[in-house]
Nanobody
Framework: QVQLVESGGGLVQPGGSLSLSCIAS????????MGWYRQAPGKQRELVAS???????NYADSVKGRFTISRDNFANTVYLQMNSLTVEDTAIYYC??????????WGQGTQVAVSS
């Protein structure tokens, strides 16, 4: 069982930046595929970005060029740097881990609100 704890959410103005972090328990972190998902009110949860154990990354089209996912295997942490935020980025952001793809383990989520 992997426990994931997100941090870094908050309120930011349009055009601003936020950095999310997710720290994982256990010694298997480096072997997991990690991902950030988000769920906006009334919408389905969607994959925002993922990163493989080998650091290959994948992004939703809506965040390409604005968001960057990274991982530090020594710190058991995955990050999501979010720049040029828009109101459409407002959502609860979830960290997830899995053996091949993210989705097996979930954090509790952190709220990101973009508003003027």
């Amino acid at each position: 069982q992997v426990q994931l704890v997100e941090s870094g959410g908050g309120l930011v103005q349009p055009g601003g930046s936020l950095s999310l972090s997710c720290i994982a328990s256990g010694s298997m972190f480096s072997r997991y595929a990690m991902g950030w998902y988000r769920q906006a009110p009334g919408k389905q949860r969607e994959l925002v970005a993922s990163i493989s154990p080998g650091h290959s990354t994948n992004y939703a089209d809506s965040v390409k060029g604005r968001f960057t996912i990274s991982r530090d295997n020594f710190a058991n942490t995955v990050y999501l740097q979010m720049n040029s935020l828009t109101v459409e980025d407002t959502a609860i952001y979830y960290c997830s881990a899995g053996n091949i793809y993210p989705g097996a383990y979930w954090g509790q989520g952190t709220q990101v609100a973009v508003s003027s």
